[in-house]
Antibody
Framework: EVQLQQSGPELVKPGASMKISCKASGYSFTGYTMNWVKQSHGKNLEWIGLINPYNGGTSYNQKFKGKATLTVDKSSSTAYMELLSLTSEDSAVYYC????????????WGQGTSVTVSS | DIVLTQSPASLAVSLGQRATISCKASQSVDYDGDSYMNWYQQKPGQPPKLLIYAASNLESGIPARFSGSGSGTDFTLNIHPVEEEDAATYYCQQSNEDPYTFGGGTKLEIK
């Protein structure tokens, strides 16, 4: 069974950085690219970018360049997203989601990680 | 960026009737004969769930009452017959061009 298990909720101070993890199981981790998606206010969905676990290649939404950094650890089948210089605008739920082959559809999603930026 | 406009923003449909949701793209999401439009269902407190990929292909395990159609810039998600469990918010998403983008969502209420 394919599963994406994300790290728990975070409360962070403005200006800080933090990293979310997404541990994959039930499939070949290096065989599928991984997306990261932001959901704000319980509604708006934004694609942050994706990473190819096979070679570490990335593609970012221009809006999130400098804000998010995507990495993977192949040995533990885990994808990471680091969020930098956090502001209140970064308070949201963040999801990892597997790409379904070449279609760009996201067929499996993590449960989401809630990030709250507050002093 | 490709802008996806969903309509309506919300709709209420009687049990057993048809729900139709539209998604219009600001430019074509077709490439090499395929349409890179996908549909998701999201219930409160849950991640989105893939229903339809490449405009009209039903994801494994999704009931056949869900169907997708369209090409170019105009796409439609149909649900017929609607069931109680279909109450949710539905999103379209294009994967033809970076950055991938999502529609604003359509909230479906079952009467």
């Amino acid at each position: 069974e394919v599963q994406l298990q994300q790290s728990g909720p975070e409360l962070v101070k403005p200006g800080a950085s933090m990293k979310i993890s997404c541990k994959a199981s039930g499939y070949s981790f290096t065989g599928y690219t991984m997306n990261w998606v932001k959901q704000s206010h319980g509604k708006n969905l934004e694609w942050i970018g994706l990473i190819n676990p096979y070679n570490g290649g990335t593609s970012y939404n221009q809006k999130f360049k400098g804000k998010a950094t995507l990495t993977v650890d192949k040995s533990s089948s885990t994808a990471y997203m680091e969020l930098l210089s956090l502001t209140s605008e970064d308070s949201a739920v963040y999801y990892c989601a597997r790409n379904y082959s070449a279609t760009g559809a996201m067929d499996y999603w993590g449960q989401g990680t809630s990030v709250t930026v507050s002093s | 960026d490709i802008v996806l406009t969903q309509s309506p923003a919300s709709l209420a449909v009687s049990l057993g009737q048809r729900a139709t949701i539209s998604c219009k793209a600001s430019q074509s999401v077709d490439y090499d004969g395929d349409s890179y439009m996908n549909w998701y269902q999201q219930k409160p407190g849950q991640p989105p769930k893939l229903l339809i990929y490449a405009a009209s292909n039903l994801e494994s395990g999704i009931p056949a009452r869900f169907s997708g159609s369209g090409s170019g810039t105009d796409f439609t998600l149909n649900i017929h017959p609607v069931e109680e469990e279909d109450a949710a918010t539905y999103y379209c998403q294009q994967s033809n061009e970076d950055p991938y983008t999502f529609g604003g969502g359509t909230k479906l209420e079952i009467k």
